[in-house]
């Protein structure tokens, strides 16, 4: 309760819901109306654009490319290599989170680990993804192995470090209560390092998928 004056307001769980409600819509109006300023700007500055170069060639207008990409999607043999991307995208992802994630876990759990490993991640994260199309080429020849072995690369490393972030954010004192109540070293990695590390992990898995599409080649 609040005094107003000679005036009681009396808050409840329901009056909260409303108010949250409220404020939460008002946010989501907000960023909508945020986003289509963003995307008329561009739009407008496109168009500009498209009227300085007067060339299909250099920068067709948006009305012309929004007519292709419609097009397009009908295309059959369009959407077959867009179905082919996508399997590739999807492949590199999952092996990226299967060597990621243990390693991630391993390296953040034991220091003797990471010490270990993290002078050899460091080195091979900072090499240019392009770098390493020749070694690729050579090492699985020609079709979907280099395209994946890329993808793969290049979504591994944000996982990793992100796990790794994951697990060492967690309180100590997690682990200690753990234990005080008789949790074994699975039980801890079960209830305590995978819950906690998850929105890391979730993270680095969204990033991941972005590394992804830009290394499809």
């Given at each position: 309760m609040e005094p107003i004056g000679d005036k009681v307001r009396i808050y409840n769980s329901g009056n909260q819901r409303v108010m949250r409600e409220i404020i939460l819509g008002s946010a989501q109006s907000k960023?909508?109306?945020y986003r289509l300023i963003m995307v008329l700007g561009v739009l407008v500055i496109w168009q500009l654009a498209a009227n300085h170069y007067n060339?299909?060639?250099l920068l067709p207008p948006p009305w012309k490319t929004l007519v292709t990409f419609v097009?397009?999607?009908h295309d059959p043999e369009v959407l077959t290599n867009l179905f082919i991307t996508l399997r590739r995208v999807l492949t590199g992802f999952l092996y990226a989170l299967l060597i990621g994630i243990p390693l991630g876990f391993l390296m953040g759990y034991s220091k003797v680990v990471l010490h270990i490993l993290e002078p050899l991640i460091d080195s091979l994260r900072q090499v240019p993804i392009m770098a390493w199309v020749p070694l690729t080429i050579v090492w699985f020849g020609l079709g979907d192995g280099p395209t994946i072995f890329l993808i793969?690369?290049?979504?591994v490393f944000p996982i990793i470090l992100n796990t790794i972030a994951g697990v060492q954010n967690i309180p100590r004192d997690y682990y200690h209560a753990a234990r005080?109540?008789?949790a074994g070293p699975w039980s801890i990695f079960a209830h305590v390092i995978v819950p906690g590390s998850m929105p890391d992990i979730l993270t680095g898995g969204r990033i991941a998928v972005g590394m992804g599409w830009m290394s499809v080649i």
């Open positions: 960023q909508i109306f060339s299909d060639l097009a397009a999607v793969t690369f290049a979504g005080s109540m008789g």
